[in-house]
Nanobody
């Protein structure tokens, strides 16, 4: 069974930075497409970023493009989300997700839908104060 563990969340001031990490166990982590989603109270879960199973392609939501960067670190067996210039509207629970197989559709469009993922972590809270 694949298990995902997020870390790195916390409370920061607007303009600050955080790095979230997602570690997976129970499978071949380096070949799994990975994604980050976030959900604020009363809002739909929204796509943040994803990385292909091959780790050759990355995708970022327009709302975070230029501020957030997803990357894979095979040495540490993690997928990270580096967040700069945080804004209060970035406040949310951030979830790591994975699916077990690469698909052509996902490699083209970036695994942007929540229903494309098989497993989810429990989330880590990011709070950005103004």
């Amino acid at each position: 069974q694949v298990q995902l563990v997020e870390s790195g969340g916390g409370l920061v001031q607007a303009g600050g930075s955080l790095r979230l990490s997602c570690a997976a166990s129970g499978g071949t982590f380096s070949s799994y497409p990975m994604g980050w989603f976030r959900q604020a109270p009363g809002k739909e879960r929204e796509f943040v970023a994803s990385i292909s199973g091959s780790r050759t392609r990355t995708f970022h939501a327009d709302s975070v493009k230029g501020r957030f960067t997803i990357s894979g670190d095979n040495a540490r067996n993690t997928v990270d989300l580096q967040m700069y210039s945080l804004k209060p509207e970035d406040t949310a629970v951030y979830y790591c997700a994975t699916r077990l197989r690469e698909t052509s559709f996902g490699r083209i469009y970036g695994y942007r839908r929540a229903d494309e993922y098989d497993y989810w972590g429990q989330g880590t809270q990011v709070t950005v104060s103004s």
